[in-house]
């Protein structure tokens, strides 16, 4: 149902795609599309209060072209970041059911075999975490996930010298309750600048 404030929008209302530069060493891994940010405008964190908390840090941190986000064309260009989801629909009750991941899943699989830049994984919230752990899995990274475990400013280096993070989900939730900060955001992708560059101590 559409909220009174977007009456007049014309929904984009189908799976939502990914975004960023294609040869980014950063990928920010969330959870599912807004029911009124990305599914209205078709573009990740764009036009709520997550991608209002989360633009900013990402301009500060020198990944955005600009601090705010409101449609998928005001302009907003990412440098060495991509963007996407462990599901690419928005779920019906807002938080994606275990059938909806496995649905999705295979949609990670081919992102990842087209991004083979990606040094750093920076996972928004726990489903998400864990959505990537299990593509590691698939993937043959990973052997088990013992020892990999959410948690935020979590960091590990896998097998295949790329790193894994892990920060809370820049939801309204977390941010206007204090539990995750502006600067609190900012020092993981601070971390995820520096990690990209690291040299792999494999």
């Not at 991941?101 to 726990?126: F, I």
């Not at 020092?187 to 560059?197: D, G, H, Q, S």
Request: glycine residues 10%.
């Amino acid at each position: 149902m559409r909220r009174r404030q977007w009456r007049d929008w014309s929904y984009w209302g189908q799976p939502v795609p990914s975004f960023g530069d294609p040869q980014a060493r950063v990928l920010v891994f969330g959870l599912a599309p807004g029911a009124h940010g990305s599914n209205r405008t078709g573009r990740p964190f764009t036009g709520d209060g997550s991608g209002n908390f989360m633009f900013p840090v990402l301009y500060e941190a020198g990944f955005a072209s600009q601090p705010n986000s409101e449609s998928r064309d005001d302009g907003l260009k990412l440098t060495d970041m991509w963007i996407s989801a462990s599901v690419r629909c928005a779920p019906p009750a807002n938080k994606p059911t275990p059938e909806e991941q496995r649905n999705c899943a295979h949609w990670l699989d081919e992102e990842m075999a087209l991004l083979p830049r990606v040094r750093v994984v920076v996972c928004l919230g726990k489903i998400g975490f864990d959505a990537f752990v299990g593509y590691l899995l698939r993937a043959g990274v990973l052997a088990s996930r013992k020892g990999i475990e959410f948690g935020h400013g979590v960091e590990f280096q896998l097998g295949n010298g790329m790193y894994l993070m892990g920060t809370y989900h820049p939801s309204l939730q977390n941010t206007n309750t204090g539990v995750l900060t502006a600067a609190m955001f900012l020092k993981v992708f601070v971390r995820a600048r520096e990690l990209m560059t690291t040299k792999s101590k494999r």
